[in-house]
């Protein structure tokens, strides 16, 4: 059988004043398309290679055309009596070769309106229709342009800063009440102003230094300080930097 890509364009014009059944004609390819009909109502059925009933389609119009992955070397046209009218059909190893020969034609995807037909080499069948394709596209395209719940959106990096320089006691460097969302520590430093320095979160703040009801982050001894790096936390917990009375320094990127 002859392969995908084992000859030229072959076109044929057939002409309808007769009714066809099971019309026979050579042609090995790969690719058959309608590429043009005596008018707009005029329309085939078409089977490929043996009269395949797996590749039997009917009602094919104008820009239909049928694959096979695995080349044929005939197709079968079947057709009702339609004095005067024609339809043209053109061969060829693949899709992209018959878009290649005729450049400038003025054909586009647009054009296309009849269900696309894929054959794989084990005969199976995926009908694919364009028109719908092309509905569900033109679809999602608004959505994205329009409705801003399913736009997808870039997150900056530390976008947001927050810092206190040695101040003492608890200090709330982000609200509880502020993260609504989540937040990342990108990166920060938390370090002692003549004595320890620790970082707690959760839902409230600690009392102090020695409070064992909240989480604590991190803790940095007189002279050294501590590294905040990629931390994540959850909605609904704040950031509390606590230092001794002589206060504490933090400062953190986050978003």
Request: net charge negative.
């Amino acid at each position: 059988m002859a392969g995908p890509n084992s000859q030229s364009v072959i076109p044929f014009r057939i002409p309808l004043d007769a009714a066809l059944n099971k019309e026979k004609y050579t042609a090995p390819g790969g690719h058959l398309r309608i590429s043009d009909t005596s008018s707009s109502g005029v329309k085939v059925d078409i089977a490929l290679e043996n009269n395949n009933p797996l590749s039997f389609r009917t009602n094919l119009e104008k820009n239909a055309h049928l694959n096979m992955g695995a080349g044929f070397e005939q197709f079968y046209v079947t057709a009702t009596a339609q004095p005067g009218e024609w339809v043209e059909i053109i061969v060829t190893p693949s899709a992209k070769d018959y878009d290649v020969d005729n450049q400038g034609s003025g054909s586009t995807i647009d054009s296309i309106t009849q269900p696309v037909q894929v054959y794989n080499k084990t005969g199976d069948t995926l009908a694919v229709s364009d028109a719908t394709a092309q509905t569900d596209i033109a679809a999602i395209k608004t959505a994205l342009e329009t409705d801003a719940s399913v736009k997808p959106t870039l997150t900056t990096m530390g976008a947001n800063n927050a810092s206190t320089l040695g101040t003492a006691g608890v200090i709330t460097l982000v609200a509880a009440a502020t993260n609504v969302n989540g937040l990342i520590i990108r990166c920060g430093s938390l370090a002692g102003v003549g004595n320890y320095a620790a970082l707690a979160t959760g839902p409230t703040a600690p009392t102090g230094i020695s409070d064992t009801t909240v989480p604590w982050l991190r803790f940095a001894a007189n002279g050294e300080a501590a590294s905040l790096d990629n931390i994540k936390l959850p909605a609904g917990y704040g950031l509390f930097p606590t230092g001794s009375s002589t206060g504490c320094y933090c400062s953190i990127s986050y978003d």
